[in-house]
C-alpha cells in the first residue's frame, strides 16, 4: 500500500507494535525514516534499528527499548501533516513536556532534535513529537 504521508504512517506502526506489544517493527525504507530512527536510537527511545533486505524490498527493522515491562516511547505525535505544514524560527522552537520529550525537525541543516536545533540556531518543519 501506497502511503501519502510516509512519516505519519513509520509513527503509526510504531505505536501500533507498543500498543500489541511487540518487540520489533518493520517499516519500509526512506532516508527521512533512517534519520528518525537514528534520532531516536540516539535519544534512547529504541534500542537498535537495522535496515534489512535487497533493492526494492529493504525495510527498517527497529527494535523497541523495554524496560521494567514498560517501553521507553509513551507517546507519539505527527505535528506537520502533508495538509497543513507547521514551520517554528530559531527563536520559537515547542518543548515537549518542559524538555522530557523530543520534537523532531526538520531542517536545512537536516533532521535533528529540538534541542540541536537550538544549540545551531536554525529552525524548520516540525516534524513529530516523542515523549
Known amino acids: 500500500m501506497v ?4 512519516i ?8 501500533n507494535a507498543i500498543n500489541a506489544k511487540h518487540l520489533t517493527v518493520d517499516i519500509p525504507v526512506s532516508k527521512m525514516k533512517v534519520s ?6 540516539d535519544e534512547g527511545y529504541i534500542a537498535n534499528y537495522e535496515i534489512i533486505g535487497e533493492g526494492v524490498q529493504q525495510n527498517i527493522h ?7 515491562a514498560s ?3 509513551s507517546g507519539l505525535k505527527r505535528i506537520s ?3 497543513l505544514r507547521v514551520y517554528a524560527d530559531a527563536n520559537n522552537l515547542p518543548k515537549v513536556l518542559n524538555g522530557l520529550g523530543i520534537a523532531i525537525i526538520s531542517t536545512n541543516k537536516g533532521v535533528m532534535t529540538d534541542k540541536q536545533a537550538r544549540e545551531q540556531r536554525v529552525g524548520g518543519e516540525v516534524l513529530a513529537y516523542i515523549w
Open 62 to 68: 527497529i527494535t523497541l527499548k523495554n524496560e521494567n
Open 3 to 6: 502511503s501519502s504521508d510516509v
Open 8 to 15: 505519519s504512517d513509520m509513527l503509526t506502526r510504531i505505536r
Open 81 to 83: 501533516k502533508p495538509g
Open 36 to 41: 528518525i530512527a537514528q534520532i531516536l536510537k
Open 71 to 73: 517501553y521507553v516511547i
